[in-house]
Structures are given as C-alpha cells and as structure tokens.
C-alpha cells in the first residue's frame, strides 16, 4: 500500500454527507468522490431502481461492478487524501475485506430529524433505506475484524464544525485545514448526476448550516420507523467524537 488517505464516509441518507464531501472538497491535498458504489447497489437491487429517481441515468454512466470500484479506490493516488463519500446500503454482499486499508467512519443523524426528511424524496421509506439498522451491522464487523473507525453524529457537526472536524482530522491522522469551513454556494463538478433530485440546499450553502431542532409535527405514518430506528441511532452516537 502507499501513502495515500483513502477516508470512506458510511452514511444514511439526508446525513449532512454531501456538506461533508464538500467540505473536504476545499482541501488543496484532498480529491473527493460522490457516492462511487450506487450503480453496483441499483444493479442488484431491483426494487431500489424502481423508486430511485435517475435510476437509469446513473447505472448508464457510472461503474456498475462494485469489485470494480473497490479496486479504483484502493489505486487511485490522485492526491494524499482521498474521500469517499458512501451511502452504507450501497455496500449490499460485496466484500468488505478493502475496508481493512481505508479509514472508515460512520455518520449518523437523529432519525427524528432525518426520517421526514427523506420521506420527502422517496415516501414512507423502510429500515433498509434509512441505513440505521446496517451501520449497526457495520460497526458490528468493524469490531470483530479489530479495524479501527469513528462515527460523526451531524447533529454536533453541525453545532460545533471546526471542533468536531479536528477531532476527525484526527482520526484521520491528517492536518485540519481552516478551509473545510466555507464554500461557495454552487454546484460541484464532483456532483453526482442525482444531484438535482437531492442536493438543493447543499448548493445553496456556504458553509455548514446552524443546527435548528424541527417545528414541524413528526409525521404519523413514520412513528413505526422512528421506534424501529432510535434504538440503533442511541448505539451509535454512544460511539460519536
């Protein structure tokens, strides 16, 4: 192996992720990628592609092999870090013996916060979506083959950047650069080609947004999710830098 930081963000959906991805898109040593394994999950899994929007556009451009992508992380030496930007359910049964030689960390969310947020892109959605339940089966495996990780709860992200994104650097064992703090309010070339369906806000930001609890009722026809969700976000945030 070289010496270059493969960083592999886990996240759920609606997880302040692509504020991440920017974020470390501000770095002068840092190439940053946008989701690299979403082809691979929509390919083998059949349901997914029905009620994902751009489904087909992005199995029609991006890399449809997930052994494919695991081995152009691992030999991509663009720049001395590296950040990989995953949703944890694109994983599905691939290998995951490639995560013994990235720095692996978990981002959670309050499913209170997070729940009605997605359910607004793809409506009443289930545990396999929302990623709870598999970041729990993540850390599990991360503990049994001792590989080292850390997990980022957006909601202290979001209270405290500079301090939580230190710590991380951290982790990371990388120099925290001032520069991960702001960006302009655009769209990013790295941008995934579902960007319009997701990304409104993130491009409209310059920066990481001020933490605001809901005022919004939590919607009833999420309660069953919430309570199947909150046991497993309490175990990861018991975890949380």
């Given at each position: ?11 759920g ?10 974020s ?12 690299p394994?979403y ?17 087909d ?88 083959h001792?590989?080292?990780?850390t ?6 992200v ?23 703090l ?19 806000n ?7 947004q ?10 009833t ?21």
């Amino acid at each position: 192996m070289d010496n270059v930081k493969r960083i592999c963000l886990w996240s759920g959906p609606r997880n302040i992720s692509t504020a991440l991805m920017y974020s470390f898109a501000q770095r002068f040593d840092t190439k940053v990628f946008d989701e690299p394994l979403y082809a691979y999950y929509l390919k083998h899994h059949p349901e997914a592609h029905s009620y994902h929007p751009g489904a087909d556009d992005i199995l029609k451009t991006m890399e449809n092999s997930g052994e494919k992508v695991v081995n152009l992380m691992l030999t991509n030496n663009e720049k001395p870090v590296l950040f990989f930007k995953h949703m944890t359910h694109h994983l599905l049964d691939l290998n995951r013996d490639f995560m013994k030689k990235t720095v692996n960390v978990i981002l959670t969310r309050d499913p209170k916060d997070m729940l009605p947020s997605f359910d607004k892109v793809i409506y009443n959605p289930t545990i396999d979506d929302v990623g709870y339940a598999l970041h729990i089966e993540l850390l599990d495996y991360f503990e049994k083959h001792n590989i080292p990780f850390t997990v980022l709860d957006s909601k202290k992200v979001l209270l405290n950047p500079k301090e939580t994104l230190k710590k991380l650097c951290d982790f990371a064992n990388i120099p925290f650069d001032h520069n991960m703090l702001a960006w302009q309010p655009k769209q990013r070339q790295e941008d995934g080609i579902w960007a319009k369906y997701w990304y409104h806000n993130v491009h409209k930001s310059n920066g990481f947004q001020k933490y605001e609890p809901r005022e919004n009722p939590f919607p009833t026809h999420l309660n069953s999710l919430l309570n199947e969700s909150q046991p497993y976000y309490e175990k990861l945030i018991s975890y949380s830098i």
